[in-house]
């Protein structure tokens, strides 16, 4: 099984792109956000998912893990496909994805090819327990549920500084974890940033 390619990108066509790899060209399928980030005629890495059929060896190429983690779960679902999984990430981002999920958000899923609305409604109901715990992006940070009182005051002192959301949020939620419910704000605050200089 191929898990990785490294070559020059020869060609970006509708939904692929060949990846010559020492003289060998390999004919792998991607998603949009996937294919814009490769730099045509240069040199590029893909994380690999190799499918095998009775009549092909099909190729799919992911820039970053989260997404092949996302094209993994989505092809566990009746009636969706390689094709289709692929089309949902080109529609969303894993973030997007996850936040549509969460939020029951059926219209943002039916706006990725191949997913009408009988499909968006059970791609919500069979991931809507998993979607919390997949990657967003390249820091596989799980999505943490919002964080109320002492915790949203903390979180939003952070963002202020200048700190991501996922990260301020995990720090966050370690803190209050560590200094238990009613924590005071300062406190709360002091512990997130030792959390986020580590």
Excluded at 119 to 137: D, K, V
Excluded at 159 to 165: C, D, E, H, S
Aim: charged residues 20%; contains cysteine.
């Amino acid at each position: 099984m191929i898990a990785k390619l490294t070559g020059r990108v020869e060609a970006l066509e509708d939904g692929r792109c060949v990846l010559d790899v020492n003289g060998v060209g390999y004919l792998v399928h991607a998603s949009t956000r996937t294919l814009a980030a490769l730099p045509a005629g240069g040199t590029a890495s893909l994380l690999i998912e190799t499918h095998v059929r009775e009549d092909a060896i099909l190729l799919y190429g992911f820039a970053e893990s989260a997404e092949r983690e996302w094209f993994r779960l989505l092809t566990t679902v009746q009636g969706v496909g390689a094709k289709v999984a692929l089309g949902v990430l080109s529609a969303l981002s894993p973030p997007d994805l996850i936040a549509a999920i969460q939020a029951g958000d059926r219209a943002a899923l039916t706006r990725a090819p191949g997913v009408g609305a009988k499909l968006a409604i059970r791609l919500l109901t069979e991931l809507r327990e998993r979607a919390g715990a997949m990657p967003s992006g390249p820091g596989f940070a799980p999505v943490l549920p919002p964080p109320a009182g002492a915790e949203s005051d903390a979180l939003s002192a952070l963002l202020n500084l200048g700190y991501r959301r996922p990260e301020a949020q995990a720090a966050v939620a370690r803190a209050s974890e560590r200094l238990g419910q009613g924590a005071a704000l300062d406190a709360l605050i002091r512990d997130s940033l030792k959390e986020l200089a580590r």
